[in-house]
Protein backbone atom coordinates (compact mmCIF):
# COMPACT_ATOMS: atom_id res chain seq x y z
CA UNK A 1 0.00 0.00 0.00
CA UNK A 2 1.19 3.51 -0.55
CA UNK A 3 1.64 5.09 2.79
CA UNK A 4 0.55 9.29 3.35
CA UNK A 5 2.45 11.05 5.76
CA UNK A 6 0.93 14.85 6.67
CA UNK A 7 2.99 17.22 8.47
CA UNK A 8 2.24 19.01 10.48
CA UNK A 9 -0.08 16.97 12.48
CA UNK A 10 -1.56 20.38 13.92
CA UNK A 11 -1.37 23.57 12.73
CA UNK A 12 -2.23 27.36 14.30
CA UNK A 13 -2.32 30.80 11.93
CA UNK A 14 -3.09 33.68 12.71
CA UNK A 15 -6.01 35.18 10.63
CA UNK A 16 -4.92 36.79 7.22
CA UNK A 17 -2.01 35.21 7.54
CA UNK A 18 -0.68 31.35 5.27
CA UNK A 19 -0.95 28.21 5.58
CA UNK A 20 0.57 25.32 4.62
CA UNK A 21 0.65 21.55 5.23
CA UNK A 22 2.50 18.94 3.61
CA UNK A 23 2.20 15.69 2.09
CA UNK A 24 4.02 12.80 1.04
CA UNK A 25 3.76 9.45 -0.34
CA UNK A 26 5.85 6.35 -0.21
CA UNK A 27 5.95 5.87 -3.87
CA UNK A 28 5.47 8.22 -6.81
CA UNK A 29 1.57 9.11 -7.86
CA UNK A 30 2.99 10.72 -10.99
CA UNK A 31 1.96 8.85 -13.94
CA UNK A 32 4.52 9.30 -16.97
CA UNK A 33 1.59 8.24 -19.74
CA UNK A 34 -0.32 11.13 -18.99
CA UNK A 35 2.07 13.58 -16.96
CA UNK A 36 -0.82 13.64 -13.97
CA UNK A 37 0.09 13.49 -10.13
CA UNK A 38 -2.91 10.98 -8.93
CA UNK A 39 -3.30 13.04 -5.54
CA UNK A 40 -6.58 15.39 -3.83
CA UNK A 41 -6.84 17.45 -0.82
CA UNK A 42 -9.94 17.30 1.36
CA UNK A 43 -11.22 19.04 4.17
CA UNK A 44 -13.17 18.19 6.77
CA UNK A 45 -15.06 20.65 9.29
CA UNK A 46 -16.10 19.11 12.35
CA UNK A 47 -19.36 17.12 12.49
CA UNK A 48 -19.38 17.15 8.70
CA UNK A 49 -18.17 14.29 5.60
CA UNK A 50 -14.75 15.49 3.73
CA UNK A 51 -15.30 17.50 0.92
CA UNK A 52 -13.21 18.00 -2.15
CA UNK A 53 -10.82 20.81 -2.64
CA UNK A 54 -8.25 19.85 -4.84
CA UNK A 55 -7.74 17.19 -7.59
CA UNK A 56 -4.61 16.61 -9.78
CA UNK A 57 -2.45 17.60 -6.85
CA UNK A 58 -3.22 21.48 -8.15
CA UNK A 59 -7.09 21.78 -9.19
CA UNK A 60 -9.35 23.30 -7.37
CA UNK A 61 -12.53 21.59 -7.53
CA UNK A 62 -15.43 23.65 -8.23
CA UNK A 63 -16.23 26.56 -5.66
CA UNK A 64 -13.54 26.58 -4.03
CA UNK A 65 -12.02 29.77 -3.07
CA UNK A 66 -9.06 30.51 -4.78
CA UNK A 67 -7.37 31.50 -1.79
CA UNK A 68 -6.57 27.60 -1.58
CA UNK A 69 -4.13 26.28 -3.75
CA UNK A 70 -1.72 23.30 -3.87
CA UNK A 71 1.41 22.18 -5.68
CA UNK A 72 3.87 19.22 -6.19
CA UNK A 73 4.63 15.85 -7.99
CA UNK A 74 6.07 12.56 -8.01
CA UNK A 75 6.14 11.81 -3.96
CA UNK A 76 5.97 15.36 -2.40
CA UNK A 77 2.92 17.96 -1.66
CA UNK A 78 1.76 21.30 -0.38
CA UNK A 79 -1.42 22.62 0.54
CA UNK A 80 -1.26 26.61 1.17
CA UNK A 81 -4.36 28.33 2.27
CA UNK A 82 -3.06 32.03 1.33
CA UNK A 83 -4.67 33.95 3.88
CA UNK A 84 -6.57 32.26 6.85
CA UNK A 85 -10.45 32.73 7.61
CA UNK A 86 -11.96 31.72 10.12
CA UNK A 87 -14.23 29.24 8.19
CA UNK A 88 -10.56 27.59 7.01
CA UNK A 89 -11.09 26.02 10.46
CA UNK A 90 -11.10 22.14 9.83
CA UNK A 91 -8.76 19.09 9.66
CA UNK A 92 -7.24 18.66 6.01
CA UNK A 93 -6.47 15.06 4.55
CA UNK A 94 -4.32 14.11 1.25
CA UNK A 95 -5.44 11.38 -0.73
CA UNK A 96 -3.70 9.20 -3.33
CA UNK A 97 -5.76 7.94 -5.83
CA UNK A 98 -3.58 6.08 -7.96
CA UNK A 99 -2.61 1.91 -9.51
CA UNK A 100 -4.70 -0.67 -7.75
CA UNK A 101 -6.98 -0.15 -4.56
CA UNK A 102 -6.50 1.17 -1.59
CA UNK A 103 -6.65 4.41 -2.53
CA UNK A 104 -4.81 5.49 0.66
CA UNK A 105 -5.41 8.76 2.80
CA UNK A 106 -2.78 10.72 5.44
CA UNK A 107 -3.77 11.08 9.17
CA UNK A 108 -4.59 14.60 8.51
CA UNK A 109 -3.62 17.70 9.77
CA UNK A 110 -5.93 20.05 12.28
CA UNK A 111 -5.77 23.40 11.32
CA UNK A 112 -6.46 26.23 13.86
CA UNK A 113 -6.49 29.77 14.92
CA UNK A 114 -3.87 31.26 16.69
CA UNK B 1 -29.01 19.05 -5.61
CA UNK B 2 -27.26 16.40 -5.03
CA UNK B 3 -27.78 14.09 -1.68
CA UNK B 4 -26.75 10.81 -0.33
CA UNK B 5 -28.08 9.74 2.82
CA UNK B 6 -26.84 6.61 4.89
CA UNK B 7 -28.84 4.33 6.91
CA UNK B 8 -28.52 0.64 8.80
CA UNK B 9 -28.04 -0.38 12.27
CA UNK B 10 -25.84 1.71 14.20
CA UNK B 11 -24.70 -1.63 16.45
CA UNK B 12 -23.54 -4.50 14.98
CA UNK B 13 -22.53 -7.44 17.41
CA UNK B 14 -19.03 -8.99 16.55
CA UNK B 15 -19.10 -11.56 14.39
CA UNK B 16 -22.58 -10.43 12.21
CA UNK B 17 -22.75 -9.16 8.64
CA UNK B 18 -22.85 -5.35 9.16
CA UNK B 19 -25.62 -3.66 6.51
CA UNK B 20 -26.13 -0.33 4.95
CA UNK B 21 -27.54 1.59 2.32
CA UNK B 22 -27.30 4.78 0.83
CA UNK B 23 -30.17 6.25 -1.20
CA UNK B 24 -29.18 8.71 -3.69
CA UNK B 25 -31.44 11.81 -4.69
CA UNK B 26 -30.58 14.40 -7.16
CA UNK B 27 -28.84 11.70 -9.06
CA UNK B 28 -29.63 8.17 -10.81
CA UNK B 29 -27.32 5.78 -10.37
CA UNK B 30 -27.95 3.79 -13.85
CA UNK B 31 -27.86 6.91 -16.15
CA UNK B 32 -24.76 8.75 -14.63
CA UNK B 33 -21.11 7.54 -15.16
CA UNK B 34 -20.16 7.53 -11.49
CA UNK B 35 -19.10 4.98 -9.41
CA UNK B 36 -20.55 4.62 -6.17
CA UNK B 37 -19.00 3.13 -2.93
CA UNK B 38 -17.98 3.79 0.93
CA UNK B 39 -15.30 4.67 2.53
CA UNK B 40 -14.96 4.73 6.87
CA UNK B 41 -13.33 6.60 9.32
CA UNK B 42 -12.15 6.15 12.87
CA UNK B 43 -10.19 7.60 15.14
CA UNK B 44 -7.81 4.62 15.31
CA UNK B 45 -7.57 3.63 11.57
CA UNK B 46 -8.49 7.16 10.07
CA UNK B 47 -9.89 7.43 6.69
CA UNK B 48 -10.34 3.87 5.21
CA UNK B 49 -11.47 3.55 1.84
CA UNK B 50 -13.78 0.92 1.24
CA UNK B 51 -14.52 0.11 -2.21
CA UNK B 52 -16.88 1.47 -5.30
CA UNK B 53 -18.80 -0.19 -8.08
CA UNK B 54 -20.51 0.75 -11.29
CA UNK B 55 -24.21 0.07 -12.38
CA UNK B 56 -22.44 -2.46 -14.69
CA UNK B 57 -20.01 -3.93 -12.49
CA UNK B 58 -15.92 -2.99 -12.19
CA UNK B 59 -16.34 -3.32 -8.62
CA UNK B 60 -12.34 -2.64 -6.82
CA UNK B 61 -12.36 -3.07 -3.38
CA UNK B 62 -9.40 -2.48 -0.31
CA UNK B 63 -7.43 -5.74 -0.46
CA UNK B 64 -7.50 -5.74 3.51
CA UNK B 65 -11.70 -6.10 3.22
CA UNK B 66 -12.05 -8.30 0.22
CA UNK B 67 -12.88 -11.57 1.42
CA UNK B 68 -15.51 -9.50 3.32
CA UNK B 69 -17.12 -6.77 1.74
CA UNK B 70 -19.59 -6.67 -1.29
CA UNK B 71 -20.77 -3.15 -2.46
CA UNK B 72 -24.07 -3.63 -4.88
CA UNK B 73 -26.33 -0.93 -6.20
CA UNK B 74 -30.23 -1.24 -7.10
CA UNK B 75 -31.47 0.84 -10.07
CA UNK B 76 -34.93 0.16 -9.03
CA UNK B 77 -34.39 1.82 -5.84
CA UNK B 78 -31.46 4.42 -6.99
CA UNK B 79 -29.74 2.71 -3.89
CA UNK B 80 -26.26 1.62 -2.79
CA UNK B 81 -25.49 -1.30 -0.58
CA UNK B 82 -22.77 -2.33 1.59
CA UNK B 83 -21.90 -5.65 3.11
CA UNK B 84 -19.28 -6.41 5.84
CA UNK B 85 -19.18 -9.65 7.09
CA UNK B 86 -17.85 -11.18 10.59
CA UNK B 87 -16.87 -7.65 12.06
CA UNK B 88 -15.45 -6.88 14.96
CA UNK B 89 -14.50 -3.83 17.12
CA UNK B 90 -11.90 -2.84 14.44
CA UNK B 91 -15.06 -2.48 12.38
CA UNK B 92 -16.19 0.28 14.34
CA UNK B 93 -16.19 3.35 12.47
CA UNK B 94 -18.62 6.37 10.90
CA UNK B 95 -19.51 4.97 7.13
CA UNK B 96 -19.82 7.44 4.52
CA UNK B 97 -21.24 6.52 1.42
CA UNK B 98 -19.62 8.86 -1.57
CA UNK B 99 -20.24 9.29 -5.09
CA UNK B 100 -16.64 8.58 -7.06
CA UNK B 101 -15.56 10.67 -10.38
CA UNK B 102 -14.14 8.49 -13.11
CA UNK B 103 -10.81 10.14 -13.52
CA UNK B 104 -8.42 8.91 -16.27
CA UNK B 105 -8.55 5.21 -15.56
CA UNK B 106 -9.06 6.11 -11.52
CA UNK B 107 -11.94 7.28 -9.25
CA UNK B 108 -11.77 10.59 -7.18
CA UNK B 109 -15.04 10.60 -4.22
CA UNK B 110 -15.91 13.50 -5.30
CA UNK B 111 -19.01 13.74 -3.24
CA UNK B 112 -19.82 11.93 0.00
CA UNK B 113 -22.97 11.59 2.17
CA UNK B 114 -23.16 12.81 6.39
CA UNK B 115 -21.99 9.40 7.41
CA UNK B 116 -23.31 6.61 9.85
CA UNK B 117 -21.60 5.91 13.11
CA UNK B 118 -21.91 1.95 13.29
CA UNK B 119 -20.24 0.39 16.68
CA UNK B 120 -19.83 -3.25 16.87
CA UNK B 121 -20.36 -4.74 20.71
CA UNK B 122 -21.86 -7.42 22.48
Known amino acids: ?114 | QLQLQESGPGLVKPSETLSLTCTVSGDSISSSGYFWGWIRQSPGRGLEWIGSTHYSGNSKYNPSLQSRVTISVDTSKNQVSLKLTSVTAADTAVYYCARERPVNGQRLAAFWGQGTLVTVSS
Do not use: H
Not at chain 1, 11 to 18: I, K, P, T, W, Y
Not at chain 1, 73 to 83: A, H, K, R, V
Open chain 1, 1 to 114: DIVMTQSPDSLAVSLGERATINCKSSQSVLYSSNNKNYLAWYQQKPGQPPKLLIYWASTRESGVPDRFSASGSGTDFTLTISSLQAEDVAVYYCQQYSGNPPYTFGQGTKLEIK
